[in-house]
């Protein structure tokens, strides 16, 4: 099992960025496929991306060309880099880590959630 740890949420205006980061700790993480989620309010949680533990990517289309995920599996982290963010990007963002199949993704592990709040 691995535990997860994100960081680097905040307010930031519409047009601005932010970069989340995972940390991971436990054994095996470059074997693990992982992924962020959102969760709005009132929303149902929905996945953003994932990435395959050989690196390969998929994004929601409402995030395709403004997000970035990526990995170090050196510092056993994953990463989200949210550029010209949107209002209704405001969420509460959560990294998982689990197993990828084509281009779907199974979550097995949760980290605790960081909000960004996107708004002037």
């Known amino acids: 099992q691995v535990q997860l740890v994100e960081s680097g949420g905040g307010l930031v205006q519409p047009g601005g960025s932010l970069r989340l980061s995972c940390a991971a700790s436990?054994?095996?993480?470059?074997?693990?496929?992982m992924g962020w989620y959102r969760q709005a309010p009132g929303k149902q949680r929905q996945l953003v991306a994932h990435?395959?533990?050989?690196?390969?990517?998929v994004y929601q289309d409402s995030v395709k060309g403004r997000f970035t995920i990526s990995r170090d599996n050196a510092k056993n982290t994953v990463y989200l880099q949210m550029n010209s963010l949107k209002p209704e990007d405001t969420a509460v963002y959560s990294c998982?880590?689990?197993?990828?199949?084509?281009?779907?993704?199974?979550?097995?592990?949760w980290g605790q959630g960081t909000q960004v709040t996107v708004s002037s």
């Open positions: 436990g054994d095996f993480f470059s074997s693990y496929a």
């Open positions: 998982a880590a689990g197993w990828a199949v084509l281009s779907s993704f199974t979550p097995q592990s």
């Open positions: 990435i395959t533990s050989g690196g390969s990517t």
